[in-house]
């Protein structure tokens, strides 16, 4: 397979053509706004957390196919997770898309979002493929203001 | 001759009326490379253009047979040295149609020269309540520095609109011609849409009102004969590096009168006659503006990138564009789903801004590159250009001198690909 079809796997295309957990949530209790302008992309991450658990989680925003496969699939594996937890497998996922995840990753931590892995083939990308992931940490931590990937 | 000679020499006159742009693809080293085991398609002129072998050997031959500073060395090879930059200021004044080389300043960038003026000018000038007059289509380069200026004399920019196939809007000048306009900056080229902005009756209207004028020409002075007497504009800026020259070298034209008013921009050596502890004299023009070491051997780079582009010439390098942006121009419009920004008439600049429905344009961008094709995807340094046309992004293709039909009918089917591993 080549370094874009790498890129480019039908899971991810997949979900960027129908995005999970793709509305603004009613009831969310923590949100953030993530913002790359270098490509233009704006995302909206919604929450809503009890005692430490997120129980529901949504975006919104307009992207890239990797930007908003990206948070679609991390909504997808979210639901559910303790803060704790969701902060462990943003680590592993950065690791994953910055230095590839081979030998030194199990794919089956980071379940679905191994598709991911090509990402680290295209240094310019990883930054579409984190900026959900940034946006969801600034709503954990209950930042307001705009997050950035610059 | 000798190599000093030779590097001296000037060219003016064009070798052909025609551009072969066969002949002129192997001058340039870089288009012989392949990406991702593909033949490099360079589409991104707009952002840097490449360079042909006598501006790389140029560089080359400088640093290893007459490296020296300039215009303080009193032994041989700062004097060759001396006489190249000076040689090649004197190239590009010609090239611009200044009246003199002392209307010339060497800066790093056309980024630079705008903020010389906004700063040296623009400080002495304008005053609270005063009027800035930009366009809609401004590089951020030629809005950062009248923002910053705007905040801290407390005037106000206002900008001239443009219109559905990116043509300025004339009447917005007219408007505000009729307050204290103390400057009107706009650029002569669009980086996105590729409009030609009537740059010299722009001129004319704002000098009747009293405004000064400063055209950036980024991207028009290396794609087109660019006259600043001509034009009758005040301040000209250029860029190097996208006219086949090194990076790090851009400069500002002048009209003698107002620069001999203003202000030094920065402060150091070379710009100063006479120092004391306490004061000093400003050097005579143009190097009251040239403070500290400059980029000597780019700037010699600039002169044999001048010499080059007089030789291949302009109306033919024009020309050349003009039959490759029709081209593309039609060849895109077959793909379903393109839209193509800025005028579609003949009569525009090779920059081509894209969207491709259902793709986003880093995506597209992406996927080009892998099939060798090197294109620019974003804003493009005009962030309030994107708000207007409501796209947070565009794709752009821009092309010069080297670039060919064939590489736009592998544009074309990049796109189809492109759609292809999408589902559209």
């Known amino acids: 397979m080549s370094a874009l079809s790498e890129l480019y796997q039908e899971v991810i295309l997949d979900h960027h053509k129908k995005p999970r957990n793709f509305y603004k949530l009613k009831g969310a209790n923590r949100s953030a706004e993530g913002d790359n302008p270098l490509c233009g992309d704006r995302i909206y991450v919604y929450l809503q957390l009890e005692d430490g658990v997120i129980r529901e989680i949504s975006f919104q925003g307009t992207g890239c196919a990797i930007s908003r496969a990206s948070a679609s699939l991390m909504t997808a594996s979210l639901k559910g997770k303790t803060q704790a937890e969701a902060e462990s497998l943003f680590k592993k996922f950065h690791r994953m898309v910055t230095r590839g995840g081979n030998g030194s990753l199990d794919p089956a931590e980071l379940g679905k979002l191994a598709v991911f892995s090509g990402v680290s083939e295209f240094p310019v990308r990883v930054k579409c493929a984190t900026l959900a992931w940034h946006t969801l940490r600034a709503a954990l931590k209950g930042k307001e203001e705009i997050v950035s990937t610059e | ?424």
């Not at chain 2, 930059?85 to 010609?94: D, L, P, T």
């Not at chain 2, 304008?126 to 950062?144: P, Q, R, W, Y």
């Open chain 2, 1 to 424: 001759m000798n190599e000093l000679a030779t590097l001296t020499k000037e060219v003016k006159e064009p070798v052909s009326e025609r551009l072969d742009v066969e002949a002129v693809r192997k001058e340039f080293p870089i288009l012989k490379r392949e990406v991702h085991g593909k033949p490099l398609v360079y589409l991104d002129s707009a952002a840097t253009s490449q360079k042909p072998l006598e501006v790389i050997e140029t560089l080359n031959h400088f640093y290893r047979t007459t490296n020296a500073n300039i215009h303080r060395g009193i032994y041989l090879i700062s004097e060759e040295a001396t006489a190249l930059y000076e040689g090649a200021r004197k190239k590009v004044a010609r090239f611009l149609g200044a009246r003199s080389w002392r209307e010339v300043i060497f800066t790093r960038s056309a980024t630079e020269a705008i903020n010389l003026v906004a700063y040296a000018w623009g400080r002495e000038n304008v005053k609270a309540g005063d009027v800035i007059l930009l366009t809609e289509m401004e590089h951020h380069s030629n809005l950062i520095p009248w923002q910053l200026l705007a905040k801290e004399k407390e005037a106000r920019l206002e900008f001239i609109r443009f219109d559905n196939e990116g043509h300025l809007q004339l009447e917005d000048l007219d408007t505000y011609l009729k307050e204290k306009v103390k400057i009107v900056a706009l650029t002569q080229m669009s980086n996105v849409l590729g409009t030609i902005n009537p740059v010299k009756e722009i001129t004319k209207r704002a000098h009747d009102a009293g405004a000064v004028v400063l055209v950036d020409g980024a991207q028009s002075v290396p794609h087109m004969r660019v006259n600043v007497q001509e034009i009758g504009c005040d301040f000209l800026a250029f860029s190097g590096h996208k006219m086949c020259g090194p990076s790090g070298i851009g400069g500002l034209y002048g009209r003698k009168e107002i620069l001999e008013k203003m202000n030094p921009f920065l402060g150091g050596g070379e710009m100063i006659l006479e120092v004391t502890l306490r004061d000093a004299r400003w050097n005579e023009l143009p190097y009251k503006f040239e403070a500290g070491t400059q980029s000597i051997a780019d700037g010699i780079g600039l002169g044999k990138a001048v010499d080059f582009l007089n030789r291949i010439g302009l109306d033919a390098i024009c020309e050349h564009e003009r039959e490759l942006v029709e081209y593309a121009m039609n060849r895109l419009n077959e793909v379903e789903g393109v839209k193509i920004y800025g005028p579609h008439d003949e009569e525009r600049g090779s920059a081509l801004a894209i969207t491709l429905e259902g793709v986003h344009p880093h995506d597209l961008a992406s996927l080009l590159d892998a099939e060798g094709i090197a294109v620019r995807a974003g804003h493009h340094c005009t962030m309030p250009l994107h708000q207007k046309l409501e796209v947070p992004a565009t794709t752009r293709a821009s092309f010069y001198l080297y670039n060919t039909k064939e590489e736009v009918d592998k544009l074309v089917e990049g796109l189809r690909k492109s759609k292809e591993l999408f589902g559209i």
